[in-house]
């Protein structure tokens, strides 16, 4: 949970500070670097090491100390964080080398990678299929993982007696639900559309929730 904080720390004051000086100052500029900070992410996957956290407190509820050990879960985060990081770095990668033929406009609150492949001034086909491939890979995946934790999750709180309990449970699940649901549901309509189909105003609002919303959320 600290580094899943950490990272949204990290989110919102890369992205905040830069948005407000584009917003309400003359100087609408970012830098290369700058550009470069703000394409990462690894939000997905330390979602899902959360909801298997919640699955063991809540379903393994004895044997949660051994389980969630501090040598398995350092192993869950390096390895969301590894696999996160590497496809931010193919992605901005291929993003980043595409020419712009001196079109350095770009119509975004930041740099989000649709809005930089819609700059692009080449055929943009192959950078695009690659966002959208692994965007199935690890975004529906970790989906997959987390919704499969969350039945259990609601499998066992039907089947408790107590209502202190199921109440408890719903607590304890409650929030990172909806930071799921909000951040999975603006990242598959932006992400996993073959071409990018989302239409400019769709693609700014969107960004705002999992970039700004989700982040508070948490």
């Known amino acids: 949970k600290n580094l899943q904080n950490f990272l949204d720390l990290c989110f919102t004051t890369s992205i905040i500070p830069q948005m407000l000086v584009n917003l309400w100052g003359p100087d609408k500029t970012i830098s290369y670097v700058g550009c470069v900070i703000l394409l990462g992410s690894t939000e997905c996957l330390l979602l899902t090491v959360m909801s298997y956290d919640r699955f063991t407190a809540i379903c393994k509820a004895l044997h949660y ?58 055929d943009t086909t192959t ?50 639900l909806t930071v799921v649901s909000i951040f999975y549901g603006t990242v598959i309509y932006m992400y996993l559309q073959p071409g990018n189909r989302a239409s400019k105003d769709q693609g700014k609002f969107l960004t705002l929730f999992y970039t700004i919303i989700i982040p508070s959320l948490n």
């Open 127 to 176: 950078v695009e299929m690659s966002v959208f491939a692994i965007g199935i890979v690890i975004v529906l995946i970790s989906l997959l993982l987390s919704l499969t934790s969350y039945g259990y999750i609601a499998q066992a709180v039907l089947r408790m007696k107590s209502k202190a309990g199921q109440r408890k449970a719903i607590n304890i699940c409650g929030s990172h």
């Open 65 to 122: 100390v051994v389980i969630m050990n501090p040598h398995l879960c350092l192993k869950m985060i390096i390895m969301g964080w590894g696999i996160c990081l590497t496809s931010s770095v193919v992605l901005c990668t291929f993003t980043l080398d595409l020419p712009r033929c001196r079109n350095n406009l770009l119509d975004h609150f930041l740099c989000e990678l649709p809005a930089m492949v819609k700059i692009a001034c080449t």
